[in-house]
T-cell receptor
Framework: AQSVTQLDSQVPVFEEAPVELRCNYSSSVSVYLFWYVQYPNQGLQLLLK??????LVKGINGFEAEFNKSQTSFHLRKPSVHISDTAEYFCAVSDPNDYKLSFGAGTTVTVRA | GAVVSQHPSRVICKSGTSVKIECRSL??????MFWYRQFPKQSLMLMAT?????????EQGVEKDKFLINHASLTLSTLTVTSAHPEDSSFYICSALGLAEQETQYFGPGTRLLVL
């Protein structure tokens, strides 16, 4: 079984400032890692994913994440946020055997002018 | 690519009635779809895994007779909430695994269900 911990429930940030959303996971097997974004009253949109290979993954909208196996982390970063980045962000892991996702509790990012 | 739709986006029904929610993969074939439930300000809770041509697999604590799932084709899965009650009010989201990109779930826009 896997579990995901998102260490920050809310992250307020000013426009054009950098942001980092922390995600740690636990698993007895190798996992796939994902970040999704959810805008109000909408479904989830895939930001990026790590399956294998390079530990630095670049996604859409200027986001990137780094897989750190020794620290079992997959933190999400963006160097300069926009007002439109205000949303809920979910980190998730899946078991390669069944592709079921386990989600973190989510981090609410609020970008202010 | 990898677009998933849901219908309806919002539904209000009376207690005791049944509601059907459709989940479609628009530009790819999906052998496996998932159904989630999300309460306000919370994360997604997996309800069941829907496999084309076979019975759905339900997560522990989810009543299979209350939440009927049918995956009749490679592009359509349906969730029927039977004899709905106010406590079934929630945001229901589906996702689909692609044939070519089997490790990634693509999500629909969700269906807001309100049972009066």
């Amino acid at each position: 079984a896997q579990s995901v911990t998102q260490l920050d429930s809310q992250v307020p940030v000013f426009e054009e400032a950098p942001v980092e959303l922390r995600c740690n996971y636990s698993s007895s097997v190798s996992v796939y890692l994902f970040w999704y974004v959810q805008y109000p009253n909408q479904g989830l949109q895939l930001l990026l994913k790590y399956l294998s290979g390079s530990t630095l993954v670049k996604g859409i909208n200027g986001f990137e994440a780094e897989f750190n196996k020794s620290q079992t982390s997959f933190h999400l970063r963006k160097p300069s946020v926009h007002i439109s980045d205000t949303a809920e962000y979910f980190c998730a892991v899946s078991d390669p055997n069944d592709y079921k996702l386990s989600f973190g509790a989510g981090t609410t990012v609020t970008v202010r002018a | 690519g990898a677009v998933v739709s849901q219908h309806p986006s919002r539904v209000i029904c009376k207690s005791g009635t049944s509601v059907k929610i459709e989940c479609r993969s628009l530009d790819f074939q999906a052998t496996t779809m998932f159904w989630y439930r999300q309460f306000p300000k919370q994360s997604l809770m997996l309800m069941a895994t829907s496999n084309e041509g076979s019975k759905a697999t339900y997560e522990q604590g989810v009543e299979k007779d209350k939440f009927l799932i049918n995956h009749a084709s490679l592009t359509l899965s349906t969730l029927t909430v039977t004899s709905a009650h106010p406590e079934d009010s929630s945001f229901y989201i589906c996702s689909a695994l692609g044939l070519a990109e089997q490790e990634t779930q693509y999500f629909g826009p969700g269906t807001r269900l309100l049972v009066l």
